[in-house]
């Protein structure tokens, strides 16, 4: 499976931007498909995951702005980033997992249970 996000830039703050991710080579509805971020020296964390059946979870930092949406049958998910904030700059990373989880298994912010990866994309946020 290939993930392929695109729509990363250069944004003011309070701005907004949206990300998407195509997935393909799949022969099945990917369980989950989530978004991550990383910044230097520090460690990747959720920003948000959906399942197929269109239950999200948001970190913390980004709910009530951040919003995102899946179309099971054209593989894609998107990331509607909202009244960003500086602090939102880093590289954000679409991801899927194949087989149901948990909402804690979902949940784990690292990423770890996600089977796959795309490329990664740079937000930046200027103030």
């Known amino acids: 499976v290939q993930l392929q996000a695109s729509g990363g830039g250069l944004v003011q703050a309070g701005g907004s931007l949206t990300l998407s991710c195509a997935a393909s080579g799949n022969r099945f509805v990917l369980a989950a498909m989530g978004w991550y971020r990383q910044t230097p020296g520090k460690q990747r964390e959720l920003v948000a995951v959906?399942?197929?059946?269109?239950?999200?979870r948001y970190a913390d930092s980004v709910k009530g702005r951040f919003s995102s949406s899946r179309d099971n049958a054209k593989n894609t998910v998107d990331l509607q980033m909202n009244s960003l904030k500086p602090e939102d700059t880093a590289v954000y990373y679409c991801a899927a997992r194949r087989l149901a989880a948990t909402a804690l298994t979902l949940a784990e912010g690292t990423g770890r249970n996600m089977d796959y990866w795309g490329k990664g994309t740079q937000v930046t946020v200027s103030s």
């Open positions: 959906i399942t197929s059946g269109g239950t999200t």
